[in-house]
């Protein structure tokens, strides 16, 4: 009878972190999907659009914080820093849907794990298996290929597709470097601060960055119903992002984090397809197989070495636990 119960409540453990997952995975495609609408609108405000994200961070994460009255445990101008650094990475990505297709640039996003795993090399001093090298290598592999397509082997969408491509993969340089400064402040701290502290900072850097270099393109804006829309559906689905992240790797560490992030590229897929009424060229679909094997190959090696450690942490009932980030993950706005 106790064995049943259990493998009932192993089934509803895993089918809740499945949803969560999915949940990650599908705001990380809503966020594309809204930036891009944007460019399709004539709106080229990547500033505006990631300021949208941090303010709900700010309101919700930062009211928790003032409530608890708890000190920060890390000094502010280490956020400020890390934030900063996240607010060029959105800046990056948000501008290429300019120049680029949403397929091209979901699946060029996942070039970030490959900078974290150099960073995390050489200054965390993360050791990697030969099979985690191997996974990265396909990922990149499938990489090349998107890169192949949009110079025009393949005809990739957009109108410079090329640089669109670049842009991403100065991005992910970017956000690269904002996880691994996560990953340095989640192992001292609980989530609710880190975010917290993301939201606020990053909402500061992008409102200077927008006075700055977009006062001029916000006052051109015509503020229809539908460009307000899609910045606060950009923003509601950053939101989404940030906040679930860390719950997905408490629940289940990296391995269904990576593949549920694996999926927004297949949400990319359909809205090109059935949204924008595009074609997807074929080597998107081969570079999907080679991103998929690599990510897989990449989380079942951690999976087999790191679970077992991860499992007592899992177990625990606090809500705002510090845990360790991992390469390629983060929560990215």
Not at 12 to 41: C, D, E, I, K, P
Not at 154 to 160: S, V
Request: with cysteine.
């Amino acid at each position: 009878m106790s064995s049943g119960m259990n493998n009932d409540g192993g089934l509803w453990r895993v089918l809740y972190v499945v949803l969560l997952g999915q949940s990650v995975s599908f705001s990380m495609a809503l966020m594309s999907f809204t930036s891009s609408l944007s460019a399709n609108h004539g709106v080229s405000a990547p500033l505006a659009l990631a300021f949208s994200a941090y303010l709900p961070l700010t309101l919700v994460f930062g009211s928790i914080l003032l409530y608890r009255r708890q000190k920060l445990q890390i000094s502010w101008y280490w956020y400020a820093l890390l934030a900063f650094v996240d607010v060029q990475g959105n800046f990056f990505v948000n501008k290429a849907f300019q120049f680029s297709s949403i397929t091209s640039v979901t699946i060029l996003d996942c070039a970030t794990v490959i900078w974290v795993i150099i960073l995390t090399w050489f200054f965390l001093g993360t050791k990697y298996s030969l099979w985690q090298f191997l996974g990265a290598a396909l990922c990149v592999s499938g990489l090349c290929l998107v890169l192949l397509s949009d110079s025009g082997v393949g005809g990739g969408g957009g109108t410079n597709p090329v640089l669109g491509d670049a842009l991403v993969i100065a991005g992910t340089c970017f956000f690269a470097f904002s996880n691994v400064g996560e990953e340095y402040c989640v192992k001292k701290v609980g989530r609710i601060e880190v975010i917290a502290m993301l939201g606020l900072f990053g909402m500061l850097v992008s409102l200077i960055e927008m006075a700055l270099f977009e006062y001029k393109t916000l006052k051109s804006i015509s503020w229809s119903a539908e460009v307000i829309l899609i910045f606060a559906g950009f923003g509601i689905s950053g939101f989404m992002f940030t906040s679930l992240t860390p719950l997905v790797l408490q629940a289940s560490g990296a391995t269904l984090f990576n593949l549920s992030l694996l999926t927004a590229d297949m949400w990319a897929v359909v809205i090109r397809v059935f949204l924008y009424h595009q074609k997807v060229d074929w080597l998107y679909y081969v570079s999907f197989i080679f991103v998929g094997i690599g990510l897989v190959v990449y989380s079942k090696t951690f999976y087999r070495e790191k679970y077992s450690n991860e499992l007592p942490k899992l177990e625990n009932n606090e809500p705002d636990q510090p845990y360790q980030l991992l390469p390629g993950e983060g929560a990215r706005v």
